[in-house]
């Protein structure tokens, strides 16, 4: 498996990463997701460790806490070979609490280490931008966590780019620990994360890990152009709650990307997968699955390459024009004189 740095740190994580989303079973939401119990998480735990994946992310949100027992369960034995990843700031349902605050950080970090049974986590990251709380009491607070061994790296997740580039520079200007990674949501159907998100990881040293990289399972090659929505889909009860997907965007990709996957001799998942990898600042695509099958699929996403064409072809449909400010870019030659578009032949 191919290991890459996280951001500017000095952390190596595998390319593809583990996603205990469906772990637990909790709740309408994530009992949605799937039910995956302590026997069949350590024996997808297996499958992630004989293929490379040793970077397992979770959150004190999934299941009500249940997703980080499990994880915490399942990797028994073998805590030293793995990276664990977990992410608060959600509202729980069990205290009440929910931000950035020290009280409730400081709180959030050591019931998360009771539950995954571990005495630090790898990588913690805020799940959210918590407007109310001043990035100097956030950043203070976490690099304390840092300096006492409780988490060894920082992240964000889900932030805008202003929110990030301030709190970086309010950790620089305190001496604080920095982020090194964002969690953030990026597919063939959602490539927002490109216009700010992107060019600040760049800049910044902040590597991309990549949550629902299949748009929340739509792109599995199972939803096609007149068929309907399989039976066995989280997507029944908690579409709302995912990533916002334009329905023609996605059935014109799914299309190419079979195309794509025949000429490759590739599943669908694997393609859409693999082209994320291709992608800078992205240092690990967190794939999730509810059983062993769809693990060992989508496992099989890495370890080869799409080609320049195939790429382009992906690229090409999937594109959606700028936002603003960022049109007149990619529309204008002065503009793209002084600052070219990441993806200047997209479209
Ligand atoms: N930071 C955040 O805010 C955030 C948000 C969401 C997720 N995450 C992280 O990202 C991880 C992955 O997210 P995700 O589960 O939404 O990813 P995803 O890749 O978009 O969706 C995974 C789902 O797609 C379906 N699927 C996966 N592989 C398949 C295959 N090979 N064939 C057919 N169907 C397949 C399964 O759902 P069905 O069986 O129901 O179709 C599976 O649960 C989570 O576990 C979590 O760690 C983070």
């Known amino acids: ?86 992410k608060a700031g959600l509202p729980t349902g069990r205290d009440g609490e929910l931000g950035s605050s020290r009280r409730h950080l400081v709180a959030a970090v ?12 790898d990588l913690f990251q805020l799940h959210a931008y918590d407007a109310r709380t001043s990035p100097e009491e956030v950043v203070d607070t976490l690099d304390s966590l840092v300096t006492s061994g409780k988490i060894r790296y920082l992240g964000v997740s889900n932030y805008a780019g202003w929110q990030l580039a301030r709190a970086l520079g309010v950790a620089d200007a305190r ?90 001799g590739r599943t669908v998942p694997q393609v859409a997968l693999n082209w994320l990898t291709t992608r800078p600042t992205v240092a690990s695509v967190i794939v999730g699955a509810r059983d062993a099958d769809q693990l060992a699929d989508n496992l099989g996403a890495v370890g080869w390459s799409l080609d320049a064409e195939h790429v382009r072809r992906l690229d090409a449909v999937s594109h959606r024009p700028a936002p603003y400010p960022h049109f007149p870019y990619e529309r204008q030659a002065g503009f793209a004189a002084v600052s070219p578009p990441l993806f200047p032949t997209a479209g």
């Not at 597919?187 to 700010?196: A, K, M, N, P, Q």
């Not at 199972?222 to 399989?230: D, E, S, Y």
């Open 110 to 121: 050591e019931s998360a280490l009771r539950r995954l049974d571990t005495d630090h986590v």
């Open 175 to 264: 001496g604080r620990e920095r982020f090194v990674a964002h969690q953030v949501y990026y597919s063939l159907v959602g490539r927002d994360y490109e216009w700010d998100l992107m060019p600040l990881g760049l800049a910044e040293g902040v590597g991309a890990l990549v949550w629902s990289p299949l748009a929340w399972g739509r792109l599995t090659g199972r939803i096609r152009r007149g068929a309907p929505l399989p039976e066995r889909s989280r997507l029944h009860a908690t579409a709302a709650a995912g990533p916002p997907v334009d329905t023609d965007l996605l059935l014109d990709v799914v299309d190419v990307l079979v195309d794509v996957a025949d000429e490759v």
């Open 1 to 86: 498996m191919e290991l890459r740095s996280l951001g500017r740190s000095g952390l190596q994580v595998p390319v593809l990463s583990f996603g205990a989303g469906t772990f637990g079973g909790a709740g309408e939401l994530f009992g949605a997701w799937g039910h995956v119990d302590v026997a069949q998480a350590r024996s997808m735990v297996d499958q992630c460790l004989d293929a490379g994946v040793t970077l397992f992310d979770t959150a004190d949100v999934y299941s009500d806490g249940a997703s980080e027992e499990v994880l915490g369960a399942a990797l028994r034995g073998r805590r030293d070979r793995v990276l664990v990843s977990t």
